[in-house]
């Protein structure tokens, strides 16, 4: 498959210096029929500014409003689909990729396999495994990721593996798997979104890989973390709204996968556990916002 070519989109919200971080370290690939595609967020810095000078090297979409990592995405998506590139990744622009992180990917795609993802570690600490693939709990309802802070010396080997999700920090899927199953649901703006895609790749007969031989570095918490740490936190509120919010949707529009017993159960410990504690902690911006996601989750509709 070393024809094969691979459209990376990249999306840029008042980052830019991470994101010209990893658009350097794509640059640097051996791969070499890729195409970078930065979208920008409607950003409020300098983002813009500094994105042009890679131009042409990448393609630049500016949006008008703040689509969200699902609505930034698919503008994205759609432009690489119009360009009938075979193979579309979705990475993190906080990310670094090592220079020979395509090729097992782009080799690793068999008939029934739609999407991979590589093995990504810590940034500050490379050593470690930031997500080895995905897990569903389908008693609880309840996501999770197979490794995470564990050494890299835990693997037994790095053979690839089938994985239940794939993460949206690098999520690469061929392009005629999109036009079957559709884009990324807008819905979700942000948080849950690869494991909806995950499971509709699923209910497609799809298999998901992760393939352990092509390595990325990730730095955790640059979209969801406020610069300066005040008495709510470093957390963001609206995190939380999404967090609660987006789990119960995806609960909702899956629910023939799940529990119903045992997911609401954990969603009741879940809420509870966050509501006592930020009252505890006097965050009442965030009790608020945990409510309000509760609230939103329960009234929205197909």
Not at 32 to 38: A, D, T
Not at 232 to 243: D, K, Q, R, V
Not at 259 to 275: D, T
Request: hydrophobic share 40%; with cysteine.
């Amino acid at each position: 498959m070393k024809n094969k070519s691979v459209a990376i989109i990249l999306l840029n919200w008042n980052n830019s210096n991470y994101t010209v971080e990893c658009i350097k370290s794509l640059s640097n690939i051996s791969y070499l029929n890729k195409k970078i595609i930065v979208v920008d967020n409607a950003s409020t810095d300098k983002s813009l500014d500094k994105l042009k000078e890679y131009l042409p090297q990448i393609n630049l979409i500016t949006n008008e409003t703040n689509l969200g990592f699902t609505g930034g995405n698919n503008v994205g998506i759609q432009m690489a689909l119009n360009k009938k590139f075979d193979f579309i990744m979705l990475l993190n622009n906080d990310t670094i990729v090592d220079k020979e992180f395509l090729e097992p990917l782009v080799n690793s795609f068999e008939f029934d396999t739609a999407a991979v993802q590589p093995l990504i570690l810590n940034y500050h600490n490379k050593e470690t495994i930031w997500n080895y693939g995905g897990h569903i709990n389908k008693t609880f309802g309840i996501f999770s990721t197979y490794a995470k802070n564990n050494s890299i010396k835990s693997l037994k080997n790095k053979e690839e593996k089938f994985t239940e999700w794939i993460s949206g920090c690098c999520f690469m899927i061929r392009s005629s798997v999109i036009k079957e199953v559709g884009l990324l649901d807008e819905k979700f703006f942000v948080y849950f979104e690869d494991v909806d895609w995950s499971i509709r790749l699923h209910s497609n007969n799809y298999k998901l890989k992760i393939i352990p031989e092509s390595i990325i570095y990730h730095h955790e918490g640059v979209s969801w973390k406020n610069k300066s740490k005040f008495i709510e936190g470093t957390i963001s509120p609206f995190t939380h709204y999404l967090n609660i919010r987006n789990h119960i949707l995806i609960l909702k529009k899956h629910i023939k996968l799940f529990n119903p017993i045992g997911v609401i159960i954990y969603q009741f410990i879940k809420i509870l556990s966050y509501l006592i504690y930020f009252i505890i902690r006097l965050r009442f911006n965030k009790f608020k916002m945990v409510l309000k996601g509760l609230v939103d989750a329960i009234k929205f509709k197909k």
